[in-house]
């Protein structure tokens, strides 16, 4: 597909009225023209038409439809309960088969029914002419009640509205004149059918927000974050758990939830619509053991689970089935897979028993979490109608995906991704570290999988994980959409949504930058050791790229209008800043020490810096939580990175010490220089694909240059099929080199085979290597490195020109850097640069 934005949904043409249904290009315009139609100007008002007694959850889209038509116009449009004949434009607004007038569109022919009925949360956008005395019509109709609201939402964000108005303050630009243009527009059904968020590891950020501003994390603090999901083309969520029991805390939390049309659901480890704060209350409550533990307590778990069935009966909801240890611990070690089986079958009974149903008449979910994938593997079956939740290894990193040679799980299957995470090797909690590019990479080889039910992310915080949950979301509402050469373009489209077209692409460049920047290293993993000052300038190089990226954001701050500034801070300023002075500040102790070791006074110069490093960072906190938007954001950058000395966050940000000294495409051949020949994955000399399978460069990935991986990520190579790349070598030495191969760190989702490569010099015979199989938990180096080294030994005999030669066996692996040390490479955490050719 050559644009995004041509084409969001696969381009058809149906013969209706003449008129071709297209994806939602931009139907909204302020230039007139013989294709368009006036919504708005000084003399013209617009109006909006729905049924009376309209769901309510339609109904509070409209009046924020009305809200956002005030915010671009300055004219609040009424909302009529009946047609009269009027010049003025009316937009129509329901759902087919409870809106009087839609379904009278669909008897008239003026909406095709094949189009809405029958389909999963779609809308149709379009213009019809001269109906029941009303010249011009806009009709926004849904299938059901989510695609309404998504028609209506989608109406909003193309008048100038974007769904991060709130959550990142983005002003809404007035306009004087507004016109529709001519057609049909839909974003047809999406191709994942549970797309969520999870708000998790929420204190001391979030969570202090909340209390700040709404008095806790209550009905008025989700009415915001169930709107902004939906603004999203979302409709799930896993609400936050620290503490909290969603609907315990506010009696109003389920009756939002489902009047507003969201389905509710429960983190992985916490079953039967309950959050595990709901035991320890419920305990309290009846004076009960606290006993997490089903072969010694299962009549009381069992009255429990049945509370919580009980009480969200009535409300759409996605159940979480299983069990796992109190507390998001992994269960005892005599657990046995007949338990696991007896305990959800035993839960579907309660279900089928409160709700007066079969049990598959209630979504339920089962999560292969950390242990869970274990019990699995081993072989623990659920009923076919659960989802099979797999999931990441909470580093973004996908853990297991389905075997498609073998039968699917009647089911389906979804995916528990991470943008946030509490746990080994550190927590990462502050700040974005997920570029889109590897997200898609791993998302793309998820949805080419068959996992397509379910799609939740762990947003910590919410902010300031805004593009990434952006992406997420649009990439789940249509994968295809996107590919390896068109994730810059989104970038440039989100900025521009919220900054304007005349910034987008400078703005897009620091934000991709700045997400690749922290996913080589997170913030918080981040330390005076993790660069080289030594070898190949590194340390100095990768605070001197930052320095520059934060001076271009600065630079385009002062140039911005001053209503986008608050937004700008929030979604690009900040997040470079903060994290160049984290880079500096580490440099700078790195320095001292270096220096002071040597007993060299200019020691005390980088301790100083070091220390006015600290100082900034506590500026900068404090300028987002209490300068920007009138102090909106009070505690929602408390969020401690500097300090760690293990997996958990230190409980304020402490200053690292410091020493101070007293007074007294052409023919590329890499050529050996100082004892290594490093080579960026993409400068390959030669590359072999098949008629079925090719070679992808996927631009920005990964630690330094780019990634390179096999398409389509489902499909491997036969026995006949020689998918490699070969790279040209001058070695002006001879003897028994290691190679070293950087790969990107993903683990092996083929059921535990691992995935295995060849490599060789000069037509060897191929060493096989299986660089991931033996991987069994979540805890490690490739995750704090963000990278797996696999190395093997060749022998050179002749000191000229040579070609090495990787080849794949299985698809999913992304190469990155190769390295060859003939005795001079040095350590370092990005591989040394590349060698000249």
Known sequence: ??????????????????????????????????????????????????????????????????????????????????????????????????????????????INENELK???????????????????????????????????????????????????????????????KNGIYTDDEPAVEYRGIFLNDEEPSLGSWAIATFGGINSKFYEKVFELILRLKGNYIWPAMWGKAFYDDDPENGILADEMGIIMGTSHHEPMALAQTDWHRYIKKNNLPNIWDYTKNSDILQQFWKSGIERSKNWEKLVTVGMRGEGDEAMGDKTNISLLENIVKDQRKIIEKVTGKKAEKTSQVWALYKEVQDYYDEGMRVPDDVILLFCDDNWGNVRKLPNLSKPLHKGGYGMYYHFDYVGGPRNSKWINISPIQRVWEQMNLT??????????????????MEFPINFFMDMAWNPKQFNADNLLEYTEKWSSEQFGEKYSKEIARMINLYAKYNRRVTPETLNSETYSLENYNEFETVVNDYQKLSLDANRLYNEIPNEYKDAYFQLVLYPIDACSNLYELYFNVAKNHQLASK?????????????????????????????????????????????????????????PEVVYVSKSEKNKVFKEKDGYISIEAENFSHQNNSDRIQWKI???????????????????????????????VDFSSTGTFEVQLLLAPTLNFNNNKGLRYEISFDGEKPQIVNFNEHYRGELGQWQSEHIIKSATKHTITKSSRHTLRFKVLEAGIVLEKILINTGGLKPSYLGAPESSN
């Open 447 to 464: 949805y080419e999988h068959e996992v397509n039910k379910l799609w939740v992310v762990n947003v910590g915080d919410l902010k300031p």
């Open 118 to 180: 029958g389909k999963r949360e779609k809308f149709i956008i379009r213009n019809i002419k001269d109906f029941n005395g009303v010249s011009e019509v806009i009709v926004i109709a849904g299938s059901d009640k989510r695609g309404t609201i998504y028609g209506i939402y989608e109406f909003s964000k193309q008048i100038g509205v974007s769904p991060w108005y709130y959550w990142a303050d983005v002003p809404v630009k007035q306009k004087e004149n507004l016109y529709f």
């Open 1 to 110: 597909m050559n644009s995004l934005f041509k084409s969001i949904t696969m381009s058809v043409f149906i013969l209706f009225f003449g008129i071709k249904i297209k994806s939602t290009q931009p139907f909204i315009t302020t230039e007139k023209s013989s294709e368009t139609i006036l919504l708005k100007d000084k003399s013209t008002k617009i109006s909006f038409y729905s049924d009376k007694g309209i769901d309510k959850g339609i109904l509070r889209a409209i009046h924020n439809l009305q809200a956002d038509f005030q915010k671009v116009t300055g004219d609040f449009p009424d909302l009529l309960n009946q047609i009269s004949t009027s010049k003025s434009p009316l937009i129509i607004i329901g759902t087919v088969g409870t809106n009087s007038v839609i379904d009278e569109l669909i008897k008239k022919k003026k």
């Open 599 to 655: 007993k060299d006074i200019k020691a005390n110069d980088f301790g100083y810096k070091a220390k006015k490093n600290f100082e900034y960072d506590s500026i900068l906190q404090d300028k987002y939580n209490n300068k920007i938007s009138d102090g909106k954001w009070q505690h929602m950058m408390d969020q401690t990175r500097i300090g760690y000395t293990n997996w958990q966050q230190p409980d304020k940000n402490t200053m």
């Open 698 to 728: 996927i631009p920005d990935f990964g630690k330094t240059l780019s990634g390179i991986t096999t398409f389509p990520q489902n499909i491997n190579p036969k026995k006949n099929e020689n998918i490699y790349l070969e790279y040209d």
